[in-house]
């Protein structure tokens, strides 16, 4: 019952900053700009070509300011395109990368007070976490306090006009926009609510991740430079959609309906992990994309399952429940878990082996408890369906019944030599030797998906329809209706050690 403190390392992140264009929001009703101090530019002449009014446009020093909302860089080169009459959550064309979305690092600069009316700073790790707390979403931001950030958020300095109380850049290169300024003597110096300062700093990182104005078209923003493209599953227009432009004064009230489904269009979460190496590793399914989440070190990691979201990693000599999104973990009890190879889960409990004897563990607490007295030494693979656990060992192949441990052999196949066991859709699946086999989980009969040579593969995991199994250093998709399989991604994964998918 050793407990060792797990090791962390953080990971320094090379920034690679680049010049993006300007984007503003959330101002009060726009000024009108003195028509005769705009000197003619071409950028001026691209805007003006967008459909912008000259008697609508500011010249703002570094930038343009169009109709009190809209940002141009003047080093900014854009295309000018039509607007449309759209008012669905919209994002831009460049979004965050998929290995930079699940680390995207916050940092306040000391120009945010630290006291006082403009202290800003609560309210902005407040916009994080209602960012971070949408389920199934693939950004997630992290608060820094040293090092260089992705977003850092800091005073304007004077550089917003009087009306705009905050404003964001866009992505570029794959990465967050790079600052989210405020201003803080907005509105003639104005108090500001903290509800309304939450607001707008959730607001602003929307806008960071790629979230263009979701009434952008309704407002008169035009699409280019940035694109405004509608999100999929998103209405015809959204009043309670924090991605209004034009609401510098509303006060949080929570993402609309929308606004969640949409971040999770824009950016799904992973649905598979591996363990490699040190590292936690979210994949995309459809194309093998893969990002690091969190900045723990997993080496050595046994096994690792799911359970209501959550992922359960043996990494011995304990059991550790991870954030999908994060990697945030936490010692799940206190029990020595060493040496346990195989693991699963089934209405909420896990299950595993260690040397001879099978434990359910509560998942919340690792409250454990032995499940009947069979002897599982030396058993090789473990899964669980419709109310069973499913063991192999030595040659059987056995059903287990979770609550008492009694078992019964299924059929008489040899089964020796089998590493890899998992369930979906009413059927079993196991690697043996070269082959993967589909199971009947009542009758033990099986049927040989003949897709390929699997021999070496070790590790495999069943969701919607797909196996994935990493046979190294490859990754592959089975499609089991037809058995055939694709490669998922260029990447080596070798070393990998724990695999699951939800
Ligand atoms: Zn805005």
Redesign the pocket.
């Known amino acids: 019952m050793n407990l060792k403190p797990k090791k962390f390392s953080l990971f320094s992140f090379a920034l690679l900053l680049t010049l993006v264009s300007l984007?503003?929001?959330?101002s009060q009703e726009p000024m009108v700009s003195d028509e005769s101090a705009l000197k003619q530019t071409d950028k001026l002449q691209e805007i003006l070509d967008i459909g912008f009014q000259r008697s609508d446009i500011q010249d703002m020093g570094d930038y343009y300011l169009a109709e009190g909302d809209i940002y141009f860089s003047k080093d900014d080169s854009g295309e000018s395109k039509g607007v449309n009459g759209r008012k669905e959550q919209a994002s831009t064309n460049n979004l965050v990368s998929y290995q930079e979305r699940t680390n995207i690092t916050v940092k306040i600069d000391g120009s945010i007070p630290s006291s006082g009316v403009d202290d800003w700073r609560n309210e902005i790790l407040q916009a994080i976490d209602h960012w971070n707390s949408i389920a199934d979403f693939g950004i997630n931001l992290v608060y820094i306090t040293s090092g260089t950030a992705d977003i850092t958020v800091q005073s304007d300095n004077g550089s917003l006009p009087d009306y705009v109380i905050a404003a964001?850049e866009f992505p570029s290169g794959g990465l967050a926009g790079y600052r989210v300024r405020i201003n803080l003597d907005f509105s003639s110096n104005m108090t500001v609510s903290s509800g309304s300062k939450v607001y707008n700093m959730v607001?602003?990182f929307g806008?960071c991740v790629g979230f263009r104005?979701t009434n952008w078209a309704s407002q008169g923003e035009p699409s280019s430079p940035y694109g405004a493209n509608q999100i999929p599953g998103t209405p015809a227009s959204d009043n309670s959609s924090v991605?209004n432009?034009g609401t510098a004064l509303n006060s949080w009230a929570g993402f609309s309906t929308y606004d969640i489904i949409g971040a999770q269009n824009l950016y799904p979460r992973p649905r598979l992990y591996i363990v490699q190496g040190a590292s936690l590793y979210g994949v995309n399914v459809s194309n093998g994309e893969w990002a690091p989440i969190g900045t723990s070190t997993w080496a050595n990691s046994r096994v690792m399952t799911n359970v209501n979201g959550l992922l359960y990693i043996v990494q011995d000599p304990g059991l550790y429940r991870a954030s999908a999104k994060s990697a945030s973990w936490s010692h799940v009890g206190t029990a020595d878990w060493s040496g346990t190879n195989i693991m699963t889960n089934q209405d909420g409990y896990l299950y595993m082996v260690q040397t001879f004897g099978l434990y359910r563990t509560v998942p919340g607490t690792g409250s454990y408890a032995r499940v009947g007295t069979g002897d599982w030494t030396g058993s090789s693979a473990m899964t669980a369906d419709n109310q069973s656990l499913y063991i192999v060992q030595s040659y059987g192949l056995y059903k287990v019944n979770p609550s008492t441990g009694t078992w019964v052999r299924l059929g008489t196949a040899d089964w020796t030599g089998t590493s890899l066991l998992a369930s979906m859709g009413g059927y079993l699946y196991a690697v043996q030797g070269a082959g993967l086999y589909r199971i009947d989980p009542n009758t033990g009969s099986y049927i040989s998906l003949n897709t390929s040579d699997w021999t070496g593969s070790n590790l495999m995991s069943a969701h919607d329809g797909y196996l994935y199994i990493v046979q190294s250093p490859g990754l592959y998709r089975v499609n089991v209706s037809n058995g055939s399989y694709v490669t998922l991604s260029p990447s080596s994964w070798a070393g990998s050690t724990a695999m699951t998918t939800f």
Do not use: I, R, V
């Not at 984007?23 to 959330?26: A, E």
């Open positions: 984007l503003s929001c959330d964001a607001h602003e806008h104005h991605m432009g």
